[in-house]
Every structure is written in structure tokens, then in C-alpha cells.
């Protein structure tokens, strides 16, 4: 099991790569805040995805904290991980950073992409990155060199 951030969720359903999660992980948890995030506009697919498993989260004193650092969901997909100890998937800088102030694994999309692709899930990580430049999504090009 892991828990998401919605960045991730919405990059690998633009890019058909959403099965990676469920072959990898067999459930993957997200907050509220995120399932309301991705809902919006992809209803049905995420709705769809039995093993994507919304979550109400506890609002401790470390979300109080976070939410005024970084959005919502963020905060509340940190605090999440960090309650039920799984690892978050997240590639927001600023908030992966403080998921390590909090002690929480963080994988990021090419952290997935690359762990898919020791598995034989996907064939190609330089393939789906490139799908994932082209539908916007932002990836530092100094991170893809390091990978590929």
C-alpha cells in the first residue's frame, strides 16, 4: 500500500499509466482533499479505480502546521502516510521536503517509473516520460538524466 498526492494521480491517467499504482502497490490511499482534487474533472475514471481508497485524515497538530506551508492535499496526503507509516507518493519539492522534516518515504513519479520498469510492468521509462512532457507536466531535465 502507499498513499498519493494528486500530481502523480493526474500524470499517469493522462498518460494511460494509472495501473502502474494498482500492479505495484495493490491499494493506494488518498485524503479527501486529494480525491475531491482529481474528482473534479475525471469522475468517472478515478471513481472507477476500486483500489483507490479515499480516506478521511486526522487533523493533528502536524497538519496544522503543514497547512499553511503547502496545499490541502498535500498536507493532508503527508499527514496521512505518516498516520497509517506508508510511503507517499509525491513530487511537489517543497512538499516532499517536509514529509522528510516528518519522517515519511517519499517516491516520486520517476521513483514509481523506475521501480515499474525493474518489475517488467512498463517497458519503457524514457517512453512514458516522454508522454508525460507532452501532456505539460513538468519534469527537470537534470532529474530525467540522472534516471535514464
Excluded: C, H
Aim: proline fraction near 3%; charge should be positive.
Amino acid at each position: 500500500m502507499i498513499v498519493s498526492d494528486a500530481g502523480p494521480l493526474i500524470v499517469l491517467l493522462q498518460t494511460n499509466q494509472l495501473s502502474i499504482l494498482k500492479e505495484l502497490f495493490g491499494k493506494v490511499n488518498v485524503p479527501n482533499a486529494v480525491y475531491a482534487e482529481i474528482t473534479v474533472k475525471e469522475k468517472a475514471t478515478f471513481s472507477e479505480a476500486e483500489w483507490l481508497k479515499p480516506v478521511k485524515v486526522k487533523k493533528d497538530n502536524d497538519y496544522k502546521l503543514l497547512e499553511n506551508l503547502v496545499d490541502a492535499g498535500e498536507a493532508e496526503a503527508i499527514i496521512l502516510a505518516k498516520q497509517l507509516k506508508l510511503p507517499l507518493l509525491v513530487d511537489d519539492a517543497k512538499a516532499r521536503k517536509y514529509a522528510f522534516l516528518l519522517n515519511v518515504e517519499v517516491i516520486g513519479t520517476l521513483g514509481l517509473l523506475k521501480l515499474a520498469k525493474n518489475r517488467n510492468i512498463v517497458p519503457s521509462v524514457k517512453a512514458v516520460i516522454k508522454e508525460m512532457l507532452a501532456e505539460g507536466y513538468y519534469i527537470d531535465s537534470r532529474l530525467i538524466a540522472k534516471l535514464l
